[in-house]
C-alpha cells in the first residue's frame, strides 16, 4: 500500500512540475520579449511603446487632406505565444526584434481604403524607424499615395517625412521628373489614440 501511494505522490509531482514548467517557460517567453523588443513589451504599464493606435492627418502634392487612423500591433499576443509554447517545437520564431506591422484607414473626402503596413526600427530600442503601406485590396486609390514614411519615435509622437507615389485611375504608378508635384515631400504628425 505505502509503494502505490508513493506512486501516486511521484505521479502527482511529475504533472505539478509539468504544469510550472511550462507557465515558466510562458513568462520566461514574455521576460525575453520585453528585453528583446522594448518597443512593443514593458513591465512598465505607464512606458510608451510603439504598439497600439495612432492618429494624425496630411495633405498630398495637391493639396488634398488626408487622415490617417494607425495601429501597430504587437508581434506575439499571449493567446499566440500559449499556443505556440503548447505545439511540439514550439520555440522562438526567427523573426527580427527590429520589425513591426499593422493596418491603417485612411479616409479621403468622405472615402476610406485599408492599407496594410510593414517596416522596421533603426535599432530594436531605438527611436528611427521608416516603413511602407500597401492597400489591402491591391487597389490604390487614384492620385497620390503615401510611398514611403521615415522618422522618429518619441513616447506619445511620430514625426515622419512622406514621400508620394501618383496612382492613375488602370492601377499603374505614374512619375514625372518635370512636374514638381512628383517630387515633393510632406510630413505627417502622428499622435497616440487612447
Known amino acids: 500500500m505505502t509503494y502505490s501511494n508513493k506512486i501516486k505522490a511521484f505521479i502527482v509531482l511529475l504533472?505539478?512540475?509539468?504544469?510550472?514548467g511550462r507557465?515558466?517557460?510562458?513568462?520566461?517567453?514574455?521576460?525575453y520579449d520585453a528585453w528583446h523588443r522594448p518597443w512593443a513589451y514593458s513591465?512598465?504599464?505607464?512606458?510608451?511603446?510603439l504598439v497600439g493606435k495612432w492618429a494624425g492627418e496630411y495633405s498630398d502634392p495637391d493639396r488634398i487632406l488626408h487622415k490617417i487612423e494607425m495601429e501597430v500591433f504587437v508581434p506575439t499576443t499571449d493567446e499566440e505565444r500559449w499556443r505556440k509554447l503548447n505545439r511540439p517545437h514550439g520555440g522562438r520564431s526567427g523573426t527580427n526584434p527590429r520589425f513591426f506591422d499593422g493596418m491603417a484607414v485612411i479616409e479621403?473626402?468622405?472615402?476610406?481604403?485599408?492599407?496594410?503596413?510593414?517596416?522596421g526600427l533603426d535599432k530594436a530600442d531605438?527611436?528611427?524607424?521608416?516603413?511602407?503601406?500597401?492597400?489591402?485590396?491591391?487597389?490604390?486609390?487614384v492620385g497620390f499615395n503615401l510611398n514611403q514614411l521615415k522618422g522618429n519615435w518619441t513616447g506619445n509622437k511620430i514625426m515622419l517625412t512622406i514621400a508620394f507615389a501618383l496612382?492613375?485611375?488602370d492601377g499603374s504608378s505614374y512619375y514625372d521628373s518635370a512636374d514638381p508635384r512628383h517630387n515633393t515631400?510632406?510630413?505627417?504628425?502622428?499622435?497616440?489614440v487612447k
Open 15 to 20: 504533472i505539478v512540475f509539468a504544469v510550472l
Open 23 to 31: 507557465v515558466g517557460l510562458y513568462y520566461l517567453d514574455k521576460k
Open 43 to 49: 513591465d512598465d504599464p505607464n512606458k510608451p511603446l
Open 108 to 119: 479621403t473626402q468622405g472615402k476610406q481604403d485599408t492599407f496594410e503596413l510593414w517596416g
Open 126 to 141: 531605438g527611436s528611427g524607424l521608416d516603413f511602407q503601406m500597401r492597400p489591402v485590396n491591391g487597389v490604390y486609390p
Open 167 to 169: 496612382h492613375r485611375a
Open 185 to 192: 515631400e510632406g510630413t505627417l504628425l502622428l499622435s497616440r
